[in-house]
């Protein structure tokens, strides 16, 4: 029986929507992405998950009871949004929207791993 086993890449790349999303810092899952000069279809959403813990600096800059609050909702410039997806190739991708404006005020998408599946 096969496992999957994940192939990291952490390489920007360019995501379209069907339809925008209503909230940019909020995105929900692309219906399509670019890497490589190569466009993947979204087939399926697998799994989603969010990550609005802060980092580094970031982490001793705000009062405790403000800190709880938003690691539960995420703060300005703080947090990735997750997707896993199947490609209509049937190839699994992890995708993340990063909030943080380093170069572009809204953020930017990475493309973060590939599930690989290796004999057992």
Known sequence: MARSIPRFIGEPILVEFDQPPTYLKTPGCPDRFFWRQTCYSVAALEQQWQDFARRGRMA?????????????????????????????????????YDRSPRQQRLGQWFLFREWVDVGT
């Open 60 to 96: 001793q800059n705000m009062r405790p009871e403000n800190a709880i609050r938003a690691r539960r909702r995420g703060s300005w410039g703080v947090g990735r949004f997750y997707f896993r997806v199947r490609t209509r190739e049937n190839r699994v991708f992890d995708l993340y």
